[in-house]
């Protein structure tokens, strides 16, 4: 299964996070597709958009089987090339899913290069599809993002996802540690925020070297009038 970078420090801290925002405002990006195909189903849509301000804009129209991605990002869905099929499909009895791979994404406007696009989507049981979009920004940085539904029936009402963009670190799991217990761990990820309900997009484990190892400053509570500790730990695990 496709992961998230994760790294995991044993440690004891009690820790709190602000919320930190991306350099461009997505709810004021232009949603405006300049022309789409004559759909078989109802269209379901997801906008992608690349680099620190979003200057980049990939639109996703899901067709039954059929997926439209806008590979040059200039709006127009109907261009040779980007009515695309599964490349790989599966159907069990009580699980099936579908891969579309591997695209590229060489915007019209001369902006840079995203490779390795790849979208699959899974379904177990009666339960909803769920997605992942995994790509390499300017063809070097994995990012990932999904393992939710990331599909709309409007492009007003789309879920955006941020590539590329500014990166905050985001604790998974336990968002509160004890200073009493004897065993802990503290779980981290990178992500860039999107528009929409829990929509993100995280580094993928590839892309920090494994000859890097990460390391964490963290500033310990003091006691009444007395100032807190700052220490460092090693976050050498990934997952």
Known sequence: MLKPLTLIAST?????????GTAADLAQLNRKIEKEPEYQHQPRYCLLVFGPKAETRVWLVEDGDTLYV???ANGDLTEEGEALQPTDKRKLSNYRDAKYETI???????????TDLMISRYRSGKKGMKYVIKVKVDGKLQQMAGWREIFSNSPKT??????GGKLAPRPLREKKLSLTEKKQELHLCWYTPGLGKNVRTMLGYEAVPEKITPVAEIQWPGKEGKESVRTTVQLVHRC
Do not use: Y
């Open 12 to 20: 004891l801290v009690t820790f709190s996070w602000l919320a930190i």
């Open 70 to 72: 806008d590979r040059n």
């Open 104 to 114: 590229e994404i060489v915007p019209a406007n001369g902006q840079a290069k995203h």
């Open 158 to 163: 789309a879920h955006v996802f941020h590539f």
